[in-house]
Nanobody, 124 residues
Framework: QVQLVESGGGLVQAGASLRLSCAAS????????MAWFRQAPGKEREFVAA????????NYADSVKGRFTISRGNAKNTAYLQMNSLKPEGTAVYYC?????????????????WGQGTQVAVSS
C-alpha cells in the first residue's frame, strides 16, 4: 500500500503563486508515477498534471500548460506542483494520485492511490 499526503493549499489572489507538495509513504520502493487532479465546486474531478516515475516525462492539461510545473523530489517519493499566475477558476480541491505503472497518465482510472486533497482558493 502507498499513502499520499498533500500540503501547501491556501487562499491567494488571482495572479499569485502556490506550491503544493505530495509525500508518498509505504511501498514506494518501485517508485510510482504521480499526478495532480482537481475538483472544483459542483464539477467533476479533472486532470491537472502528471510525472513519470523517473521524473523525466511530464504531462499537463491544456488549461495549465505554461503556468503549472510538476516535479519530483530527489528521493522520488515526493511530488510538487508549482502553480503560477493562478486564476479564480483554479479554485478547487487538489488531489495527489499515484500509480504503479510508469507512464504519467491523465486518466483517473489509471491511478491506484489517492490523497485526501488540499484546498486551493483563488480570489479575483
Amino acid at each position: 500500500q502507498v499513502q499520499l499526503v498533500e500540503s501547501g493549499g491556501g487562499l491567494v489572489q488571482a495572479g499569485a503563486s502556490l506550491r503544493l507538495s505530495c509525500a508518498a509513504s509505504g511501498r514506494t520502493d518501485n517508485n510510482i508515477a504521480m499526478a495532480w487532479f482537481r475538483q472544483a465546486p459542483g464539477k467533476e474531478r479533472e486532470f491537472v498534471a502528471a510525472i513519470h516515475k523517473g521524473g523525466i516525462i511530464t504531462n499537463y492539461a491544456d488549461s495549465v500548460k505554461g503556468r503549472f510545473t510538476i516535479s519530483r523530489g530527489n528521493a522520488k517519493n515526493t511530488a510538487y506542483l508549482q502553480m503560477n499566475s493562478l486564476k479564480p477558476e483554479g479554485t478547487a480541491v487538489y488531489y495527489c494520485a499515484g500509480r504503479l505503472g510508469s507512464i504519467p497518465s491523465g486518466s483517473q482510472s489509471h491511478y491506484d492511490y489517492w490523497g485526501q486533497g488540499t484546498q486551493v482558493a483563488v480570489s479575483s
